[in-house]
């Protein structure tokens, strides 16, 4: 089983088109899940960046926008609860993270563990830029690609809509194996 994963999520300040603080982030079930889901060790970083593509090398894609990575979420176990396809599952913060609406933005996850069975998210493909980095192994280094999951930010006082609007089945980066439709 898959016991490691890692990666970032950049988010476009013109996509997100708001600023505040952010509370959470939700991610859309592509299916219905039949039964819950627990994810080991999650932990949630977030950033302000300058980049407007991801690189290969986690590090590098850190410290290019105002101010430091906050840890939003430490290491903790998270279960996605069972649902209905398109239904939206948050993940709260335990720290709120000031978004200045001016830079893109980067939420790196690492999940340390098995997880207890595979969260079939929606992801919109074809970004025109390269929004993900990730590994299943413990490295410095990832694989790039122009696809995110449909995601929901949480802004106090209100929730942000989701801007991605297409979908495909992924079921990275939580679920049991690491073989995923990319």
Known sequence: ???YSHWQNLYLANEIGSSGYLTGISFQYQGAM????????LSIKVSHSNLENL????????GTGQ???VTVRPTASFTFPAGAAGSWQKIAFATPF????????I???EVQGACTGRVLDACDQARGYQSVVFTYVNDPTGTTLD??????????????????TSDMVNTAPFNTTGNNKM
């Open 34 to 41: 039949a039964s819950a889901v627990t994810v080991p060790n």
């Open 67 to 69: 101010g430091a990575q």
């Open 107 to 109: 939420a790196e996850f």
């Open 147 to 164: 696809f995110l999951q449909l995601t929901k930010l949480h802004f106090a006082g209100g929730d942000h809509v989701p801007f991605l």
């Open 55 to 62: 690189g290969a090398t986690f590090a590098n894609n850190l």
């Open 1 to 3: 089983p898959q016991t």
């Open 98 to 105: 000031y978004y200045n609406g001016v830079d893109n933005l």
